[in-house]
């Protein structure tokens, strides 16, 4: 031992000595220690050195610190020195620096209050701890949870959590934590979410039971006991709660800074709310119960929230809104009853004034008389044995009793409001089990302690009696479990003391007794304690300067109690009348909270003394007896008797405990005050703990953990095989003291100490080898350093001396070219002079000519400007005499003209009145008139010649006198002329005298500009030079800025294309999201699914009633399945009847029903063109009047088109009837023999189809024909009505000539017959245009025309390839889209032309009727004889009935049934079977395949080209019924599968490419061009014909995704236990990673044992999910889909264990992480996975494992981190940072500074604030198209699959 001593206490070993601020201080010794020693040589922290002196007597050393690798620790009890300061430390240094608030101490979880809100109860944090050991995780109160939930599974026992603490500490919160697990973890057993009525059991509790204190804001102020109940299951059912020690004085009292219950406050808060109008409250501050803390609001709580959330609660737990009204009047009548005001009358008696509003207020809401109230508040009754007195009371006493009202009117509240709570948690299932939470007081002591801290400590004591009880039968039972000798171990019995309390005669049973005494008094009953405890009983002492006090030595420390009040809350009495009153109240609420009150005074409340903090209420037990008796007991006596009963409860059950502390008074968050931390580990039992643990042996270690800690201070010789012994001898080496350890069966023990001088060895140990190391590699630096030294030196000589010569050989360079330059350089001199000189001389010539040149040209300019000017005079001097002479001339014809037209007009009115008179006078000679005028006729057409004749000769005669005037102008034109060039030379020649004077001027001036032009040429020199430089330096900054231009363009480029990739990623991303929500949705879809089949399969057990031959089977069908299911269809199929039915008959009647439903639509069709129709034409005979003017003006170009139209058409017709003939011929002269020859009943009823559309398309056109001519009638008719008018036009156009009396009238005659013909011009070339456009539509009708017979031979030859029966519903629908389409064409084009339309696709929908009629008189007609021909057969007794008749052929006359033999042909890939063999083939083909079995050696995705196989020969036969069935009993029958054996791997996965498989082929052969482009033409024609199954393509892709999701789970089932292990725990390098102590809750070894999983376990998992993938031919994108999920799920998982385990997060460890990743990545590279994205899911984990290896010191490092680790958010960066744990010395902690470094750094990052990855996150799906190149007639089929009865068609 001395040599232990002597090697520990050495200079620099670190101890603990006592300090009275900070508790204990740390200081290393300065000199090492010998024994005979009187002090010690130490060093503070801070530099200080102070000498420690030693007792003398006991010679106790200080406490050792640990070394530093044990600091920090998850387990108190894994660090080597147990001992108050080590324990006070590692507490500090987690929460202080790590912000960690939980520690385990054993068995304890040690919590810490933050004060502040964590990210560490989330719903990931949860599944995160669910299913793990509690070792094996960070602590957390989660982890409690889940480790009593799995002990109470495991061991079917009930469990206890204790949670314990002083006001403050956080217990309520602990509690409800822990309650949220099990609600998350267990779910509800039924559907009405029991978990979430006892989550909401938590506000209720709050608002009526928490209050704020000076030490909390939401202190709960009573003690609960929550038993949550759970099924057989382990779901939870319901819940109960037990209450203790509610303070009830905390209603009538409050201290400073604090508050009444919460519930007042939230009342106050909502008055104004319509349903509290009738509560009569207002603000708090109003009353007295609420405003004496002067404290009224809580920062940050918003009170009126509060009362919603509460009132929520009531709601949820079934409280209804009539009783939550009477709940709150109760409470707002406590309020009004605390502002009662009461007065004194004498010294003797008190009185309430009348008609006090309050008391009024009170009495009103609680239903009581206020003559009653009031005169019971102030009065008493008192009964003798003869008479009853009734005895005023005195203010003081009245106003006591008012309050004692009060308190127990709340406290009945509060009891009735638990006892609602409980009936709703309650369930009919039965309980098999429950976990119960407690949340009690802690150990309390104040300056003046009373009742209710005696009450609370004795409640302490117990518990504390309890928990070590229960720690030393866990001790005792790991020591005889590992087969050590048991020796007892001391440890603190609290029994004495609780013996002092409450046995016989003790401290409770005293105070009873003076309660029953008349005269008792609280001094009495103090003497009374001394007589009989002071001298008795050690623990029991009395103060020295009191005797109304006594102290008590409980476990945790000295209590002094005060008498004063102890016998009053003890009897807790109330006024009996005053219960009375109550009673008799008509509020049915209050009636109900007293109605278990007796006739005596109840001691659920009291009339309290002056001086009282706090006051108690006991909540009685429901199943104990409630009698008057039970009624008469004190206080303390029940609240031993539900003590009693909770320690039986608790001793029932496994505990669990959770210890809060309460780290400083201020609420300030994360800041740690050692004194009052010390205090309450004291108090709460944690250190007791420590001393239990250091007693005996409290450090253990399995011998393969030891021997891998500990192998360094082993030799070669020392290890053996057998790792057992090597470690007994390793230790009998090393630890001389044999009583320092014990050997068990599976472990090593260790005493206090000594795994911290193990640690020193092997630190030591460690040490000399890294100074040889050191030695050794700084002797190798030197060496290489020297000779890089000499390397380098030699070199520079080299480099010196060939740098000198070169510096020789340019100099002499330099000097030659000196010489040439200058040569040069001279040369350029004088030939710049010279040029210069010549450039100046040729410049002086060039000027001086070019001004000889200008003066030139300036006067030949002036001289052919004067002869322009000259001439153009003339010219308008000519005009004018013309324009003169030609009015003249003009106004002189318009006055003979004018005066011949009124002789003319005066001659035809003579005329008119001549006949006119003839007329009347002679009526009977109107042949004579006829001949007269026909006589009349003739002469006028003489006269009309005549006059022409005359007419030509005057205009002959005018031209000729208009030439003569012309010429006579002319003449005298000339004579003007000569006249004024006489004039003009007088003017020229004095015009020359002024040209000579300016001359002489212009002479001067050239002078002047000459020596102007010099000195211009100059500075036009100077200018050019300058300008030269400034446009040097503009194309330098012209190549700046190209230059910066095609940067910035650049730049540009780049950030479009950045920008373009981040929104493609962004779009990338939203389709992920819909896509993962779109599946989410089927989840849930599947998982309802499965719920109702499940409740239908329980529903069917519970009954237990059969339906004999019914086979329906229950499923969720897909939303395009028809009214058809395959079940029933099943069931009509066994009935005989129908077995033998021909299946032409089936054919027959499906078409039959296939016409009549087209029929159908198409008088739907013909009814709603029919009101269009009518609404057209409404609309055309509004629209007429404004047609009707557009006709008239293109009347004429319109007839020209409709006649060019009609030509055209009728050309093309007769085109169109020769190519018809030419097909014909063709096809009568080129076909074959065979189905399709001619002659054959194929061939004929295409021909009959051919002529029909012929006949029709000749009735279509006669129809347009007649059309148009009648449109060209009332053309022609509007044309003879604008006739008429016109011929009116020119009687009208006469009469108003005549009117035109002078010159100005005929002028505007002549301008509007101008503005006319431009009209008409205008008109003409509108017309043309209309005519051109017409001419372009004519053309395009011409080329749809073309277009159409193109597609009428497509459709020709597509329906010689259709099946008989499928050929006129194909026509059917040709002719239907084509009417649709030409129908939407004319709507587009023409609305005026879609009417017309509208009349021609009514007519042919006539036709189609009538054509359908016939078709089903010829069906009806085929039947009837169908059936005659059965008959014959079957009496003739043929074998076969095959007669086939084509739908599509007239039968007038009795047809006898032909056999049309098949040609024989190769195998098309279709697969036939009977409707009954369906069940059949899913049966063997779905539900009995097994993957292992016989599907093994199958082609793969065989079944899946069976059944399409199947379906192609259903859709070859058109049976829509058997598409149906088959595909619906297909996706039905996978669903059965998967359900039945949705848990085997290999059965998803051939279910998964088999319906992947399935899909593909829908796709494959569609008949869509995007599917069909990678088919052989072999493929193409095997495509369906006659379905669109698009919408069944989408009902499997969803099925495809349900199993998707139903294979990740199910890998993930299988990964799960494996990833931890393997990833994290194993040491895949071995030696890197030390393994550290742990303490008692111990971790899973990283040593790989027989049966832990390794990373070989995962990648042989890996590869054997891919290889089976493989072999049931899964598409390789959909394999890297899955992989990529894998792998998401290992990082995930992986990285969420890394973030909640300590130990964990190390250097070492991050190395084994990135091994582990290379290993994984080395698995994607071998199997040709690296470009799947499953390494990119890696990136977090990959960053989190570097983030532990970097260097983690300054600023640089912090920036790097940064950059890094962009993969993980702010928390996850922190919180790996805050974890960092180094393994052995060498390493250094994360200092607090940088990692607020980091935290400010990362503070503008937008992110998540989870914590955790999201391990349930399954990608979203996609199933890309995977065309077959396999042939489906090679398929063929095995005899194992025993498919015999399938037909190969």
Sequence with gaps: MNRELEYMFVQSARVWIPDAEEVWKSAELTKDYKNDDASLQLMLEDGTTIDHKL???????????????????????????LHEPAVLHNLKVRFIDSKLIYTYCGIVLVAINPYETLPIYGTDIINAYSGQNMGDM??????????????????????????????????????????????????????????????????????????????????????????????????????????????????????????????FYQLCASANQPEFKNLRLSTANDFLYTRQGRSPVIEGVDDAKELRTTRHAFTLLGINE???????????????????????????????????????????????????????????????????????????????????????????????????????????????????????????????????????????????????????????????????????IDFYDNQPCINLIEAKMGILDLLDEECKMPKGSDDSWAQKLYNTHLKTCSLFEKPRMSNRAFIIQHFADKVEYQCEGFLEKNKD?????????????????????????????????????????????????????????????????????????????????????????????FKLAFSFDPKRAVQQLRACGVLETIRISAAGFPSRWTYQEFFSRYRVLMKQKDVLPDKKLTCKNVLEKLVQDQDKYQFGKTKIFFRAGQVAYLEKLRADKLRAACIRIQKTIRCWLARKKYL?????????????????????????????????????????????????????????????????????????????KAVIIQKHVRGWLARCWYKRCLEAIVYLQCCIRRMRAKRELKKLKIEARSVEHFKKLNKGMENKIMQLQRKIDEQNKDNRVVNERLVSLESSYASESERMRGELGRLRGVEEDAKNKTNQVSSLLEELEKLRKELSVTQQEKKTIEDWAQKYRDEMEKMVSELKDQNGLLKKEKDDLNRMIQEQSQQMTEKMTRAIAQETQQLETDLNEERSRYQNLLTEHLRLEEKYDDLKEELAHSTNVSKPGHRRTDSTHSSNESEYTYNSEYAELEDGSRVGEDVTRGMDTSLTLKLQKRVTELEQEKQSLRNELENREEQFQRARARDDAQFRKARGAELEYESLKRQELESENKKLRHDLAEMRQSLLGGAAAGAGAPGSPAYKVLLDQLNASCEELEVRKEEVLILRSQLVSQKEALHHKDEKETMTEPSVFAQDVNKLKDADELKQAYVGLKDTNRLLEQQLQAQRRTYDSEVESLRGELQNVKEENNRQQQLLAQNLQLPPEARIEASLQHEITRLTNENLELMADDPTASREARVIILRRMVDLMEQLEKQDRTIRKLKKQLKVYSKRIGEMGAGQAEGQTSPGQMVEEPIHPVNIPRREKDFQGMLEYKKEDEMKLVKNLILELKPRGVAV????????????????????????????????????????????????????SFWLANTCRFLHCLKQYSGDEGFMKHNTSRQNEHCLSNFDLAEYRQVISDLAIQIYQQLVKCMENILQPMIVSGMLEHETIQGVSGVKPTGLRKRTSSIADEGTYTLDSILRQLSAFHSTMCQHGTDPELIKQVVKQLFYIIGAVTLNNLLLRKDMCSWSKGMQIRYNVSQLEEWLRDKGLMNCGAKETLEPLIQAAQLLQVKKKNEEDAEAICSMCHALTTAQIVKVLNLYTPVNEFEERVSVAFIRTIQTRLRDRSESPQLLMDTKMIYPVTFPFSPSSLALETIQIPTSLNLSFLTRV
């Design 55 to 81: 007792d003398p007597k006991t010679k106790n050393l200080p406490y050792l610190r640990n070394p530093d690798i044990l600091v920090g620790e998850n387990d108190l009890t894994a660090l080597s020195y």
């Design 138 to 263: 960070d602590p957390h109160i989660f982890a409690v949870a889940e480790e009593a939930y799995k002990q109470m599974a495991r061991d079917e026992r009930n469990q206890s959590i204790i949670v314990s603490g002083e006001s403050g500490a956080g217990k309520t919160v602990s509690a409800k934590y822990a309650m949220r697990y099990f609600a998350t973890v267990s779910g509800s057993a039924s559907e009405a979410n029991v978990e979430e009525k006892v989550l909401a059991s938590n506000p209720i509790m709050e608002a009526i039971g928490n209050a704020k204190t000076t030490r909390n804001d939401n202190s709960s102020r009573f003690g609960k006991y929550i038993e949550i109940g759970f099924d057989n299951r382990y779901r939870i059912i319901g819940a109960n709660m037990r209450t203790y020690l509610l303070e009830k004085s905390r209603v009538v009292f409050q201290a400073d800074e604090e508050r009444n219950y919460h519930i």
């Design 322 to 488: 009539s009783y939550q009204i009477g709940l709150f009047q109760v409470l707002a009548a406590i309020l009004h009853l605390g502002n009662v005001e009461i007065k004194d009358r004498d010294s003797d008696s008190s009185l309430i004034a009348p008609k006090n509003r309050h008391l009024t207020a009170f009495c009103e809401l609680v239903g009581v008389t206020y003559q009653d109230m009031s005169q019971w508040l102030c009065h008493r009754k008192l009964k003798t044995a003869t008479e009853t007195y009734i005895k005023p009371l005195p203010r003081l006493q009245a106003t006591n009793a008012r309050d004692a009202l009060s308190k127990h009117i709340y406290a009945k509240l509060f009891n009735w409001i638990v006892e609602h709570v409980n009936k709703a948690l309650v369930t009919n299932v039965k309980q098999h089990s429950f976990i119960g939470v407690l949340d009690i007081y802690g150990f309390e002591t104040f300056e003046i302690n009373s009742f209710e801290q005696f009450c609370i400590n004795y409640a302490n004591e117990k518990l504390q009696q309890q928990f070590n009880m229960h720690v030393f039968k866990l001790e005792q039972e790991e020591y005889m479990k590992e087969q050590i000798p048991w020796t007892l």
């Design 573 to 665: 009495t109330v006024n009996e009348e005053q219960i009375h009153v109550l009673k008799a109240s008509k509020f049915d609420l209050l009636v109900e909270l007293f109605q278990d009150e007796e006739k005596a005074t109840t001691p659920t409340g009291q009339v309290p003394g002056t001086g009282g903090r706090t006051r108690l209420s006991i909540k009685p037990d429901k199943g104990r007896d409630t009698s008057s008796k039970e009624h008469k007991k004190t206080v303390g006596c029940q609240f031993r008797n539900s003590l009693q009963m909770l320690m039986e409860t608790l001793n029932a059950t496994t505990p669990h405990y959770v210890r809060c502390i309460k780290p400083n008074d």
């Design 788 to 864: 890089r030294q000499r390397s380098a030196a030699i070199t520079i000589q080299r480099f010196t001396r060939g740098y000198q010569a070169r510096c020789l050989a340019k100099f002499m360079r330099r000097t030659q070219a000196a010489t040439v330059i200058q040569k040069y350089q001279r040369m350029c001199v004088e030939r710049k002079r010279y040029r210069q000189k010549q450039a100046a001389a040729l410049a002086m010539q060039t000027i001086l000519r070019a001004y000889m040149a200008r003066q030139k040209y300036q006067a030949l300019l002036r001289e052919h």
């Design 1497 to 1548: 050696n199958l082609i793969p995705g065989l079944p899946a080209y069976i059944l399409f196989m199947c379906l192609r020969h259903a859709d070859y036969v058109n049976d829509d019924q058997k598409v149906r069935t088959l595909l619906t009993s297909t996706i039905n029958s996978i669903k059965k599968i998967l359900k039945k054996r949705g848990d085997d791997f290999e059965t998803v």
